[in-house]
């Protein structure tokens, strides 16, 4: 056989043998298994499959969903708002809106709002499906919440549909915007659009809104005007700058330059004229009728939680049908509202004082057993001041935060820096400015009034009764800033941007906070380390909504021993300390003032074994959120924890628990803690600085001092005198004189 002859037989032999046999050809390529399901013809044809499925039940919902009636205004429900003893505190009133055609906008003002919600509005019909692949898209990838609606579609929803965020709703919503883009001509939507869109501060629609925010009509809205309430339409709560906080400042900046910058994008807008244009600030709020005096911001306080419970927006709670009970008890709110315009208000020129006019007031009352919040004050209105100043996040707590130190160093069982357990007897250095030792950031605060404390030791209680910085700043070094930080988020306070987790300043109270939060961490330690919540809603009926209540008392966020160590130390300021303003026999208390740098804030946060409450002071320029000095307030000095705010905390707390048969601390497992006379050198000068910890002898504190006293610039220590002095054994002690601080 020829070489030719044999290829040949050799082919043909190939093309019989099975796929798979030795010879390597033919079916040997064949996939098994589970991948012969897997072939691109299969997967495209089943991609497709799936979008004509997607098509045909578009379409068929196209024929099955028809436009259904419009919301009426007539069935709009008003949400009704009870004391805690059933009776009538106020209902929302009628809806705020009024209808206007499209010619009343400017023309700037309408494409103001096309450009950041749906640049094309004009070209598209009725639904952006490019924007709902991009929507959930981000939502699917954590970048956000799912979006692209256009405005058609926000039409629609606000006009024939709700605002809940299911799959169902949202099918009505494309099959809806479909129909009328058909039916409708895009100016009518637009205007559609304006006038039901929901703007915050009761205002539904572009002309309500311009009146609420700028006090004009809509037809004399400027492009910066238009522009500011195009971006507030996106969180209404959250970037109205009457009272929206440094984030919701922040972004709702951005979106107002967003809107400016799309125009120009659009060739809308000039460049240069662009470059002019500022972010007007709206007028303050009003209050609507009924919300009058502090019933608006008790409203405020209840709508919040209501909407943090039920993870509801604004303008659905709006809709209405609400009967929600307060835990506010009428008779403690009056006592409350009684004792600012006594203590304060009363003594107060806001006319024709400056530093009066700067003054606001806020405070929370609580019951530590339950969590409710009995009594609020949010400031003088809702016309004057429009954010609740017992709600604001602004301003720092000071040395109201100096429990929370203790509380972790107890809790922790840390020691000193010179290995020495931390309890109330500890002794520290109390010399003013003095440097803190072992931390990687210098820190060396100055007491008030750059006073010495101790000779120069002092235990944690003369310590805490004084407010001693030098003190707290060694003592959160030894016990660890980020732990004591840990402490703090587990009794309540709030874990906000700037919060300084890693530096001794923290121990002064340097983050921010605001009376609600403060009462909570103050309510835990009178509930014994319980964790307190503090509640203002007590109960929320719906007929369609559920309501379930925050739970206001939980599991341990301190040891009891810790809580009631802690509240014996408190004790101690109120006996002879600091807040001894407030001691009276009608009731035991506890608790701590506070003074921010530069006298900004003011606080008095006590508790009663029956209520906790927080009072504050903030000094805030008139018309800005720019914080201002409270000292010369009522024409006196200083404003400090210890003046109005205590003398307020007293009056209040006097009436609330008038004819209430008042206990005592329960105590039992404090470990140490008692009232001592607080100490310091004579003057605020160079004592000899020491290392916190424990000397060779027993140390005998220096003279009392009156700690609501400044201290006498014009005396000097004398120098021929020793700084410490070591007990007589010869002689018998003094009666009537502070024993000796012996090492714990």
Known sequence: MGRAEARKAQQRSARRAPRGSATGKGRAGKRTGIRRFFTWKKILGAFFGIVLLGMGALVALYFYVDEPDPNADAIKQSNVYKYADGSIMARDGKMNREIVPLSRVPKDVQ???????????YQDQGVDFLGIGRGLFNTVTGKGKAGGSTITQQYVKNFYLNQDQTATRKLKELVISLKVDQRMKKPDILAGYLNTSYFGRGAYGIQAAAQAYYGVDVDKLTLEQGAYLAAVLQAPSDYDLATAGPNGTRLVKIRFNGVLDNMVEMKALDPEKRKQLQLPMPIKPKAAPGMEGQKGYLKQAADAELRRQTNMTTQELQAGGWEITLNIDPKKQAALEKAVQDELESKLDRKDRPVDASVQAGATSVDPKTGAIVAMYGGTGLSDHWASNALRQDFQPGSTFKPVVLASALENKSLTHDKKPITPNALYDGTSKR????????????????ANYGDPLLTVQAATNSSVNSVYAQMIVDVGPPAVKKTALALGMKDRDGWPADKPAMSLGTMSANTLEMA??????DNHGKKVTPTIVKSAKHADRPFKPVESVGGQAITRET??????????????GSGKAVKSSAYEAAGKT??????VAAWFTAYTPELVTVVAMFGEEPGTAKQVTLTGTAGGGRAGGSSFPAEIWKAYTLAALKGVDTAEFDLSEAKMGATQAPSRSSSPSSSSSSSAGTPSAPVSPSKTVDPTKSPDPTKSPDPTKSTTKSPDPTKSPDPTK???ITIP
């Open 738 to 740: 502070s024993p000796p």
């Open 594 to 599: 506070g003074t921010t740098e530069s006298n």
């Open 520 to 525: 909570g961490v103050y309510a835990t330690f």
């Open 111 to 121: 494409t103001g709002f096309i450009a950041i919600e749906n640049k094309s509005f």
């Open 563 to 576: 809580a009631d160590t802690v509240t014996k130390v408190l004790t101690g300021v109120v006996q002879d």
């Open 435 to 450: 440097p803190v030792v072992g931390s990687d950031t210098p820190f060396a605060p100055q007491n008030q009034d750059n």
